[in-house]
């Protein structure tokens, strides 16, 4: 039986997400856009129209449908009707959101995906869904986003504000989303039996260590490497080869199982949550592979790692079955080379806690976007930057790849050892190297740390002395390990 996929985005959800200050609106957003999209809600919104896919697997802000049919069906007007009823639905639950829908046929969404709907997202061949222009364009602009025009006044904590339609529907209290929590922030809590996460971000902040100040977030945006390149050549193997089974129906599932499970994973692994009993990290959205997040600054790099560490290693457990065929028949029909298990890469940005979370999830999307090109989005790798010591221009420093940090057996390589040496030097004194590596650079950075009793730590950053052209015995300039060493962990 052949079948019409019809799948549904939110277009730039992270921006949509963020575009109120402060965590309360988010959460109500977050948890808006969870629900919105819940197989039980959307069974109501598309009645007999359609069925849920349940090969697409799980992601907030994705509903992916499809229609029995015969070949040769004109099913445009069918395909219309149920993306117009499936857009109504967003719009009233989302207002100020912008969705995009796109369709294909064929006998399994697999193919359809890769050989269809991804092409068409990437040609811009979708049906939009924008929210409305202003009726009134000189309308009082809204308090909470100053985007859209006010539509009423609604009551708020300290007082009556002018809201547009979207901030309205983010106007509710904590308690208010807790009683009916669909958002990745309730799902995670309540997967992990912790207590709810702080209030808001400077709530999160102060439970960091004493040592960070209890005043610095990290904003760690995580996206998989190279997935589109892995579901293409299974839907062409797959084409090729009628008998082939692979599992495919269920492989886009199972990688947005391995999502959710390294997050559960790296959250649960974190000191802080075993010290407070609560949840210490804050998911925005959680996509098919793709988390966004907020933590205390000091808890960073050891939930960045053990993500990009857990990600890899479900994926590739749940893939090496299907790796073993596709590559096997890639090799046969076309002389192919041999495809690896996808990975993920990061983008970790820190600042204080007041700081804007649109204006940080731009930068940790920057950041991300160079680890992927560093590597060719061939291995699990990350970028990162630290606003508060280095400003907002761009890092100066290369991206990591995991297995600098980590070996393929999961130990902790000399570099990570290394840092954590370099963490344990005290503050005061690693914002000196800092200074005089900027000003008079490496010898002189040097020449203080011997001084000062902390060559050791430093020396795994430093080219040999005799050879100043060769990188450091660590692959990391001492610069950017100053840089890594500020919140590194060193327990
Ligand atoms: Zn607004």
Request: hydrophobic share 45%.
């Amino acid at each position: 039986m052949s079948h019409v996929y019809v799948d549904f985005g939110a277009v730039r959800i992270q921006q949509y997400l963020t575009r109120t200050a402060g965590l309360r609106g988010h959460r109500a957003a977050s948890n808006t856009l969870a629900w919105a999209t819940t197989d039980d809600v959307i069974r109501e919104v598309v009645n007999d129209l359609a069925e849920i896919n349940t090969d697409a697997g799980e992601a907030d802000g994705v509903v992916s449908l499809r229609i029995p049919v015969e070949a040769g069906t004109d099913t445009a007007e069918l395909i219309r009707r149920l993306q117009d009823s499936v857009f109504a639905h967003l719009r009233t639950a989302l207002p100020g959101a912008e969705f995009h829908s796109m369709w294909g046929e064929g006998d399994s969404y697999l193919t359809v995906y890769a050989q269809v709907l991804e092409p068409k997202v990437r040609r811009g061949e979708v049906r939009r869904d924008l929210p409305p222009t202003a009726e009134f364009p000189l309308a009082v602009p809204c308090r909470m986003c100053h985007t859209d025009p006010a539509v009423g006044t609604e009551p708020l904590p300290d007082e009556p504000k002018a809201l547009c339609l979207d901030c309205s529907m983010r106007n509710v209290s904590r308690r208010q989303i807790m009683a009916d929590d669909h958002s990745p922030e309730g799902r995670l809590r309540s997967a992990l039996g912790l207590k709810p996460a702080p209030n808001d971000f400077a709530e999160l902040a102060a439970l960091g260590g004493a040592q960070s100040g209890r005043n610095h977030l990290a904003t760690v945006s995580v996206d998989g490497n190279a997935f589109g390149v892995f579901f293409k050549a299974l839907a062409e193997e797959a084409d090729a080869d009628a008998n082939a089974q692979w599992g495919k129906a269920a492989i886009s599932r199972s990688l947005s199982e391995a999502t959710r499970t390294a997050l559960a994973n790296a959250t649960l692994e974190l000191p802080l949550t075993t010290e407070h009993e609560r949840l210490c990290v804050v998911p925005h959205v959680v996509g098919g592979d793709d988390v966004l997040v907020s933590l205390p600054a000091d808890q960073a790099w050891a939930f960045t790692l053990t993500f990009l560490r857990e990600f890899g290693r479900l994926v590739h457990e749940k893939t090496a079955a299907i790796l073993d065929e596709l590559n096997a028949s890639r090799a046969k029909r076309a002389g192919l080379p041999a495809l690896r298990a996808p990975t993920a890469s990061a983008g970790v940005v820190f600042a204080h806690a007041r700081y804007p979370l649109n204006l940080l999830v731009e930068s940790a999307g920057r950041c991300l976007s160079e680890a992927k090109k560093e590597f060719g989005g061939r291995q699990a790798s990350v970028q990162w930057l630290d606003i508060t010591a280095d400003g907002t221009d761009a890092p100066k420093h290369k991206p990591l790849a995991l297995s600098a940090l980590w070996d393929a057996g999961g130990m902790e390589t000399r570099a990570a050892a290394a840092l954590s040496g370099l963490a344990k030097v005290g503050a005061s004194h690693r914002a000196r190297l800092t200074e005089a590596l900027r000003g008079s650079g490496p010898l002189t950075a040097a020449a203080i740390a011997h001084r000062v009793g902390h060559l050791d730590a430093v020396q795994p950053f430093l080219s040999p002395f005799d050879q100043p052209e060769q990188p450091p015995e660590t692959g990391i300039e001492l610069g950017a390990a100053l840089g890594l060493a500020r919140w590194w962990p060193c327990a």
